[in-house]
């Protein structure tokens, strides 16, 4: 629970390894030593690297072992980061797949993976989620989308439609969970430059995971509801969302 000055004293990570998650962990947990963080992940030398970075800083880490495509993995690692420690602060769901996206709207493993990875999963840890901070009566949801679900592009519309869905859901799940009083900060990103998105060419805009932390963590101080990184984005997909289909259908997105 908070402590009497408003700080997280536990943050639970889905996806554990996301870079965008760990640097929102280290800003919100800056200069303060003894916080406790559950990073939900595969286990892998990734899990083990961003552990140990974390305890660098000072903080308490504890790891559990998480596959988005097994519900019984998902389930499990849910319950054991709830149980191991006290009540839970901020629960970051951040795991997500960029996929192949030509090979994603041709073969049907590919556009499953996608849809269970950045969909149904996310739903279905949402679900359990929201459970688990109802019963604790406080508690917030950073749920990481993206940009690309706001008006999926035809280069990439197999995974916008996963992120479209999926924010659509958080986006509910707040409105949802306003009368128990948890927060969830749905976050749309544009081109963020980390793991995920080596090799491709940087979009405009583009942010490094920093930068879509300083934005996240403004967004909880401020109480809102959604987040774009940069807050420019908002801007760019409110004129790109209400484009003529022929025109936007001819841009180079």
Known sequence: MKDAIGNVQ???????????????????TAGRRGVQ????????????????????RGLQVSEVDFEATERSSYERAISDA??????????IVAFGLLGDQKRAWQDVDAALELAQVNYAAAIGCG????????????????????VAGERPRKSNFVYGS?????????????DALEKDGIKVLVV???????????????????QTPEQVADVIVAGLRDGRRTVWAPPAMRWVMAVLRHLPRPVFTRLPL
């Open 10 to 28: 536990r943050v639970v990570v889905l996806g554990g390894t996301s870079e965008t998650a760990l640097a929102t962990v280290a800003k919100l």
């Open 37 to 56: 963080v559950t990073l939900a992940a595969r286990p892998g030398e990734r899990r083990t690297s961003a552990a140990t970075a974390l305890e660098a």
């Open 82 to 91: 709830f149980e191991s420690g006290g009540d839970v602060d901020i629960v």
């Open 127 to 146: 679900v359990l989620v929201a459970d688990r901070l109802r019963k604790q009566g406080h508690g917030a949801i950073i749920a990481i989308s993206s």
């Open 162 to 174: 996963t992120k479209a869905g999926m924010d659509a859901f958080y986006t509910g799940l707040g």
């Open 188 to 206: 749309r990103p544009g081109f963020v430059k980390s793991r995920m998105t080596h090799g491709l060419a940087a979009a405009p805009l583009s």
